[in-house]
């Protein structure tokens, strides 16, 4: 009993413990079974396609990296120059 007295005197948010209902639990348990399962495939399939796109735009950035800088690599060991040797070229001058 003591316990109840002691929430009963916080502010209502702060009052929520276990067997508490709050307005958004009452409205998913009003719902049926049927909608809830339908609203959770939803939200995790809304969930999937972000992240998913969100990999697939990151895997592009890094393939294009990679290919830009096989690209320069390339570039370099046709002309015979390395990084190391233009370093040293600008600094002589």
């Known amino acids: 009993m003591?316990?109840?007295a002691a929430i009963s005197t916080l502010?209502?948010?702060?009052r929520l413990t276990i067997d508490s209902e709050t307005r958004w639990s009452r409205a998913m348990r009003r719902a049926p079974l049927g909608w809830r399962i339908i609203l959770i495939v939803i939200v995790n399939t809304v969930c999937i396609t972000l992240v998913g796109g969100?990999?697939?735009?990151?895997?592009?950035?890094?393939?294009s990296s990679w290919?830009?800088?096989?690209?320069?690599?390339?570039?370099?060991?046709?002309?015979?120059?390395?990084?190391r040797s233009a370093s040293f070229s600008a600094a002589r001058k």
């Not at 502010?11 to 702060?14: A, F, I, N, Q, Y």
């Open 2 to 4: 003591p316990m109840r």
């Open 11 to 14: 502010p209502r948010l702060s």
């Open 54 to 63: 969100m990999l697939w735009r990151g895997t592009a950035e890094v393939t």
């Open 67 to 83: 290919a830009s800088l096989n690209r320069n690599a390339l570039a370099r060991s046709r002309t015979g120059s390395s990084v």
